[in-house]
């Protein structure tokens, strides 16, 4: 019966490390790394393709949205929830990557430094000044940084559907 039990408990311990759970638009997104994607988070995905920053800032000119997989520099992540991370373009600028529809998140750790790579949509957006406070605030910034945003700003932002730390 012991045996039994062991064995069950077990079994149900491997059953929920696999998990996976389903976005909106049906993507599957795994909610637990295995052994050979510990560093990958939200869909699996290959590195075909794989635009610089500098060359996604180039390709997304002109258009409304793109689909791409990029390569970047980590320059601050969330440490509230690590629901967001802040990469660095080519011209000393910094785009937010967020995650659809909060599927996956990212480890709460300083992960500046990092290079990390993401699929999914490139668009430029105005970002209303209450989004920006709370971003302020989820990267620890002072009262008085976060009272200075005081306007609406428009940049390029990334949703993104996995990524991959290096």
Not at 14 to 27: A, D, F, I, P, V
Request: some cysteine; charged content about 25%; aromatic content about 6%.
């Amino acid at each position: 019966m012991k045996k039994l039990f062991a064995l069950l408990l077990a079994a149900a311990v491997l059953q929920s490390c696999s998990q996976t759970s389903t976005t909106n638009e049906g993507q599957e997104i795994t909610t637990a790394a295995t052994e050979t994607d510990a560093n990958t988070y939200g869909a699996s995905f290959t590195e075909d393709n794989v635009l610089s920053a500098g060359q996604l800032q180039q390709a997304v000119s002109g258009n409304d949205s793109i689909q791409a997989t990029v390569a970047a520099e980590i320059v601050q992540s969330c440490q509230s929830k690590g629901c967001w991370m802040d990469v660095k373009l080519e011209d000393g600028s910094t785009m937010k990557v967020t995650f659809r529809d909060y599927g996956f998140f990212l480890p709460v750790e300083d992960l500046s430094g990092k290079t990390a790579v993401f699929t999914g949509i490139a668009r430029h957006e105005v970002i209303s000044v209450d989004d920006q406070r709370h971003f302020a605030e989820d990267a620890g910034k002072s009262a008085e940084e976060i009272a200075a945003i005081t306007q609406p700003r428009e940049e390029l932002r990334f949703v993104a559907d996995g990524v991959k730390l290096k």
